[in-house]
């Protein structure tokens, strides 16, 4: 039998059955030990069925994985859904950049999506939006309250696993209520060790929502470090400067302090966006301190 791990505690793993929804109770071979392996959850897996009836079985093979993630722990990730809210609270750019910057090192295409339209009086999530769009991003825009725009986001979720961020108050948990409802997972007879439902630790867990559609909750999304980058290719995580490198005089121009920069004057021309030029800058000087505190 084939499923996917969705949860993983005191070596239990908990395997769904996206045809039948049935979620199975295993334990991991020792072999899997022996090689220094490690299921983790959103792992792909084949199983051997020890009681049908009590959800019971062994997980024998990992299948191969397409990526990994450290943070938060999990296998095969398709996309991240990054929230922010519109208003109440307005949008932390700083901390949307640094979330963008951390999936793109990880290969992991980023949808922007923007919470809370039915109270944007000034239709502010236009211009985000613009901001986004031009560098390059997919972004929409919903509101959980009046179920405006969930059917879009349904769609954007279809058929992949999806981890999902945002800060506190941008209404994250109430996107990710409504993205379950009517979704009925059978969980069999679980273990009494884990003391399952109590939540006395956070852990990493995938929701099914649908046929081979999965959302990972992320907690802890108040504050990101610094990134494993060097100063001179963080330019590279702003893709819509990339068109206007060309124009500056400089080879290994840093974009802030140097004459004829390109990007400078785009920003100066309202080629780029402000906010994300400031952001680039404040980034560049952490990543500039670092490395001379490295020495």
């Known amino acids: 039998m084939h499923g996917k791990i969705i949860k993983g505690i005191a070596g239990f793993y908990y395997v769904h059955l996206s045809e039948t929804g049935e979620v199975y109770e295993c334990k991991a071979k020792g072999v899997f030990r022996k090689n220094n392996e490690k299921p983790l959850v959103g792992d792909d897996v084949e199983l051997d069925v020890l009681d049908e009836e009590k959800h019971l079985g062994n ?3 990992i299948l191969p994985r397409s990526n990994a993630l450290i943070r938060p722990a999990v296998a095969n990730v398709d996309q991240a859904l990054v929230i922010f809210s519109i208003v109440k609270p307005k ?6 950049d640094r979330f963008l910057i951390m999936m793109a090192q990880q290969e992991i295409p980023t949808v922007i999506c923007f919470n809370k339209q039915d109270i944007d009086e000034n239709g502010e999530v236009d211009t985000y939006r613009e901001i986004y769009e031009t560098a390059g991003y997919q972004t929409l825009a919903i509101s959980a309250k009046e179920g405006k725009g969930m059917a879009n986001l349904q769609g954007i979720l279809a058929g992949k696993t999806t981890t999902v961020a945002g800060p506190s108050g941008v209404g994250k948990s109430s996107i990710v209520n409504k993205l379950q409802d009517g979704v009925v997972m ?6 009494e060790k884990i003391e399952r439902g109590k939540h006395t630790t956070r852990h990493s867990e995938l929701i099914a929502i649908a046929q081979d559609t999965y959302i990972l909750d992320t907690p802890g999304f108040s504050s990101l ?4 980058i060097e100063k001179e290719d963080l330019v590279k995580f702003y893709p819509e400067f990339s068109e206007y490198e060309k124009y500056c005089k400089f080879g290994g121009c840093a974009h802030i302090n140097e004459p004829v920069c390109g990007i400078k004057d785009a920003l100066a021309e309202g080629q780029i966006s402000q906010l994300r030029y400031e952001n680039y800058c404040q980034f560049y000087e952490e990543l500039k301190d670092r490395e001379k505190n490295r020495y």
């Open 91 to 96: 949008p932390n750019f700083n901390l949307l």
């Open 59 to 61: 997980i024998r093979t």
């Open 225 to 228: 470090g610094l990134f494993d």
């Open 186 to 191: 059978e969980t069999g007879q679980i273990s």
